[in-house]
């Protein structure tokens, strides 16, 4: 089953985000072949950005397993976060983050997330790189999407009523 996971930092929390990398990505590599998308929500799009959240969507057993995901998570468990939104996800556009193929450089990545509980058919954009819907069981609590685009008002406008988060693709840093 799918999952969406998203961890809202609490105020001040980059610090302590930072001293505890390590410890997230070692328990990340447990799930590299669960994760479907991963990466931070973030302040603004460019290198001084701090990070908002944490945004994972996994494949897993079952809501046992998503909730040991979540709830073991080493930013969770240091109270990095004020909440943490889980939900199951039923992909609609899209398969990883890692099979996007359309990237624009000069384009920034976002999290749209609706918790409206509107059903709105998947944008048509070449720019989307995933899109689901948001379940508690079998009721539609909203959207997410994962999406490029020229700027926030743009992606804005692929799912209206959704929060718009600046997004970047997660992992381990790599050394060039």
Do not use: C
Not at 29 to 46: K, M, S, V, W
Not at 97 to 121: I, K
Not at 124 to 138: A, C, N, R, V
């Amino acid at each position: 089953m799918e999952y969406f996971v998203y961890g809202r930092d609490r105020a001040g929390a980059f610090p302590l985000k930072v001293e505890l990398s390590e410890q997230h990505w070692a328990f990340m590599d447990r799930y590299a072949e669960e994760l479907i998308a991963r990466g931070p929500t973030l302040t603004h799009d460019d290198e001084d950005a701090e990070t908002t959240g944490s945004l994972h969507i996994l494949d897993v057993p079952d809501a046992e397993a998503v909730e040991r995901f979540a709830y073991d998570e080493p930013y969770y468990l240091a109270g990095v976060f004020t909440e943490v939104l889980v939900h199951g996800f039923r992909k609609r556009v899209g398969t990883t983050m890692w099979d996007f193929a359309n990237v624009v450089p000069s384009y920034t990545r976002y999290l749209l997330l609706a918790l409206d509980g509107v059903d709105r058919e998947p944008p048509e954009s070449s720019h989307l790189i995933l899109y689901g819907d948001l379940l508690d069981g079998t009721t539609l609590v909203g959207q997410a999407a994962l999406v490029e685009a020229p700027t926030a008002e743009a992606a804005a406008a692929l799912r209206p009523g959704a929060e718009v988060h600046v997004w970047r693709f997660g992992g381990r840093p790599t050394e060039d």
